[in-house]
T-cell receptor, first 117, second 111 residues
Framework: EPEVTQTPSHQVTQMGQEVILRCVPI?????FYWYRQILGQKVEFLVS????????KSEIFDDQFSVERPDGSNFTLKIRSTKLEDSAMYFC???????????????FGPGTRLTVL | DAKTTQPPSMDCAEGRAANLPCNHS???????VYWYRQIHSQGPQYIIH???NNETNEMASLIITEDRKSSTLILPHATLRDTAVYYC????????????FGEGTQLTVNP
């Protein structure tokens, strides 16, 4: 069964450093997402991406964050200058286009645990 | 998206049915009810969704009341691997739209 994959599984970085989290969505999906979950808190939406541009972003997704689909398979989240409060689990998800069925399930990857020291 | 209310935690005996309730009294006519679960810090997993009719798949059944103000997710024969946080999410389904997760219900299946 196809699945979303994410690398690395765990990333440790120093405050102020740039990090890039990588995701490979399911191959025929057109919509891509990033969510994060700070330890012990809710899963929070960051951004959605379609047709090579951001379609929606939350208030969390400020100028320190960017997303890119550099090739036909990868989808990346970059944090330009990490802060301590960026420590969290970051989940990538993808979905196919729903046409009139109401079905728009998002498939999530296993996550990247980001630790900022 | 309409707000949902779920109990913070529930227990269930292994092999028995787990019935997880969700209130969504402000749901509007074009909003669907979705259920996801998250097993111990793994990525959330889609379970089932519905608009107004009851739905069943290989994982669970979804019962939606006639007025659509509440629903129940039923795991017919819970196993230890069903221990997870279960999220009820009400949303207009459009391609690319966000999922808004609440606190969910921590279901613990006991041996």
């Amino acid at each position: 069964e196809p699945e979303v994959t994410q690398t690395p599984s765990h990333q440790v970085t120093q405050m102020g450093q740039e990090v890039i989290l990588r995701c490979v969505p399911i191959s025929n999906h057109l919509y891509f997402y990033w969510y994060r979950q700070i330890l012990g808190q809710k899963v929070e939406f960051l951004v959605s991406f379609y047709n090579n541009e951001i379609s929606e972003k939350s208030e969390i997704f400020d100028d320190q964050f960017s997303v890119e689909r550099p090739d036909g398979s990868n989808f990346t989240l970059k944090i330009r200058s990490t802060k301590l409060e960026d420590s969290a689990m970051y989940f990538c998800a993808s979905s196919e286009q729903s046409i009139g069925t109401g079905r728009n399930e998002q498939f999530f990857g296993p996550g990247t645990r980001l630790t900022v020291l | 998206d309409a707000k949902t209310t779920q109990p913070p935690s529930m227990d269930c005996a292994e092999g028995r049915a787990a019935n997880l309730p969700c209130n969504h009294s402000t749901i509007s006519g074009n909003e669907y009810v979705y259920w996801y679960r998250q097993i111990h810090s793994q990525g959330p997993q889609y379970i089932i969704h519905g608009l107004k009719n009851n739905e069943t798949n290989e994982m669970a059944s979804l019962i939606i009341t006639e007025d659509r103000k509440s629903s129940t997710l039923i795991l017919p024969h819970a196993t230890l691997r069903d221990t997870a946080v279960y999220y009820c999410i009400v949303r207009v389904t459009s391609s690319g739209s966000r999922l808004t997760f609440g606190e969910g219900t921590q279901l613990t299946v006991n041996p």
